[in-house]
């Protein structure tokens, strides 16, 4: 079975923005370089014929550039516990309509719909920690932003999980076109 997502990578100096806000959370497990990116759409386990479904579904996508800044950060949690820091990206229209247009590309593909709400966002950390120590970074970096950044295209991503986290691996990329 193969693990897949689409995302987007941010470029090299907004990577390098938000690996200077890293620290500060005791227990949470901070993304690296290779891992920062903004999910498009979480596919998951499928074999060998599905990927190449999806990859082939996805080379259909049309979408133009986007252009877009980091703003604010937050968390997700699960039945009250907080297991993820993230820095959001705005606007979020072309994003999500991104989202919709890839979501109904991989469904004519045979993969079941998103049923999850969309917020784009750049995991940070991922955490078992408490909630007081993300609450003060929240707090402390509320006020995240950059200037614009252009993203011209999207990655179909392997994931390969590991004791030391996950590694994405592209497996294809797509260019944002209108």
């Known amino acids: 079975m193969i693990?897949?997502?689409?995302?987007?990578?941010p470029p090299a100096p907004i990577r390098t923005q938000l690996r200077a806000l890293m620290g500060g959370i005791p227990g949470?497990?901070?993304q690296d370089?290779?891992?920062?990116h903004i999910t498009l759409r979480f596919i998951g386990e499928v074999d060998e014929r599905a990927a190449?479904?999806?990859?082939?579904?996805?080379s259909a996508v049309r979408w133009p550039p986007l252009e877009v800044a980091l703003e604010g950060v937050g968390t997700f949690d699960s039945r009250g516990r907080i297991n993820a820091v993230w820095a959001g990206i705005r606007p979020r229209e072309g994003l999500a309509g991104l989202h919709r247009k890839i979501d109904q590309a991989l469904v004519r593909a045979g993969q079941p719909p998103e049923r999850r709400a969309y917020l784009p966002h750049v995991t940070l950390a991922?955490?078992?920690a408490p909630?007081?120590?993300a609450a003060r970074f929240v707090e402390a970096h509320a006020g995240l932003a950059s200037p614009p950044f252009a993203l011209d295209h999207f990655h179909l991503f392997e994931s390969h999980l590991g004791h030391e986290g996950a590694r994405y691996e592209t497996v294809a990329r797509y260019p944002l076109q209108a």
Do not use: I, K, P
């Open 3 to 9: 693990r897949l997502f689409v995302g987007l990578r």
């Open 28 to 30: 949470a497990r901070w």
């Open 33 to 36: 370089d290779a891992q920062l």
């Open 52 to 58: 190449e479904d999806a990859a082939l579904a996805l």
């Open 126 to 128: 991922r955490m078992n």
């Open 131 to 133: 909630a007081e120590a």
